[in-house]
């Protein structure tokens, strides 16, 4: 019989999967790890589905979904280690942490999805990133031949190859590794982090001084400013920003600013290590008119270009297409190709 994934996917699309599996411990991983190494179907995990696109109505395998709940503080001086079960609601954690003085994920407020997923996709947001205070990420290993059994692995920060909205876990461990726990270290002493400018201006309208701000007046002017600009998915269908912020090389950087001297622009790396420029991707999108526009059912958000949404009714299949329709366009007009952050599956 069917399961429907509605609820594991922030979207709001209509699709199901031939089997569901949730596990609440490390034992009861380890037991889907050998029922999904033996089974021969493929399989998918998932948390609060805030970063997948079933354009597929039909997933013709097994979803695990991590129900790991849980978190274990142990203090050190002036930090603090914890580690936190993959099925935590991401914000529920960094509520439980500022509330008790522990800093670090503030800046990281609001942003939906599971722990587990944080690890997965190094989520990040004015000025951070999960990667700066995970200390070690727990899982199952899942080999792909049966020459090996599933087991226990942790990978050190180090070894999870994190880079903007990216990781090991997205690559050479995609969907063969299930994660368990993951141990963040966080700070007593605050420190505000405002590197991004939209913090110290929400701050200000508040009245509150930026560099005396603490962290529950960080987490406050972030959710204010992400509730302005993002749609909340339990009312409209999205997953947060679609795509990535492309960096580019300094040659087309240099052209574009020729052609456009008010496009907004940041130092960076790309993704081979040289000097390159960061562009938003809500920029390049508004540029091509697709700010508040639709195609079908599919639409983009009319305050926040980046955020792709079910108008009702949506298949993944429109979303995809509105994607594809607005990465052409980038493309043709400034010779950028803009990836998604979302998994189409």
């Known amino acids: ?34 029922h999904l190494q033996s089974s021969g179907l493929p399989w998918l995990p998932i948390g609060e589905g805030s970063n997948i696109l079933f354009v597929n109505p039909h997933y013709p395998g097994t979803v695990v979904h991590n129900s790991i709940t849980g978190i274990y503080p142990e203090e050190e001086g002036l930090e603090i280690t914890l580690r936190v079960g993959g099925g935590e609601i991401w914000d529920d954690l960094v509520d439980y942490c500022t509330g008790r003085g522990w800093y670090g994920l503030e800046n990281l407020s609001l942003i939906p999805g599971t722990v587990a997923a944080s690890a997965v996709q190094n989520i990040g947001a004015y000025g951070a990133e999960a990667a700066d205070c995970i200390v070690k990420v727990e899982g199952v290993y899942i080999p792909n031949d049966y020459a090996e059994a599933p087991h226990e692995a942790t990978l050190l920060r180090n070894e999870c190859r994190y880079g903007y909205r990216s990781s090991i876990f997205k690559d050479e461990l995609k969907d063969i590794f299930l994660v368990t726990y993951v141990w963040f270290r966080l700070k007593k002493h605050f420190v505000p982090t405002l590197s991004h400018a939209a913090i110290a201006r929400q701050l200000v309208n508040e009245g509150i001084e930026p560099a005396k701000a603490s962290a ?41 600013l020729t052609e456009y001297p008010d496009m907004p622009h940041f130092n960076a790396q790309t993704a081979d290590g040289r000097k390159g420029v960061k562009i938003p991707a809500a920029w390049l999108i508004e540029q091509c008119g697709w700010k508040g526009r639709c195609l079908g059912r599919a639409g983009v958000n009319p305050l926040q270009p980046l955020v792709l949404t079910n108008l009702g009714g949506a298949t993944g299949k429109d979303i995809a297409t509105l994607a594809e329709t607005i990465q052409h366009d980038v493309h043709e007009r400034f010779g950028i190709t803009l990836h998604p952050e979302v998994r189409f599956v």
């Open 216 to 256: 529950k007046d960080i987490r406050n002017a972030v959710i204010q400013i992400r509730q302005q600009k993002l749609p909340d998915p339990k009312i409209t269908g999205n997953a947060g920003s679609f795509f990535m912020n492309p960096v580019v090389d300094t040659t087309l950087a240099s052209r574009l």
């Open 1 to 34: 019989m069917p399961h429907s994934l509605r609820p594991y996917n922030t979207f709001g699309i209509e699709a199901d999967c031939k089997e569901l599996i949730c596990y609440h411990s490390i034992d009861e991983c380890l037991t889907a790890a050998r």
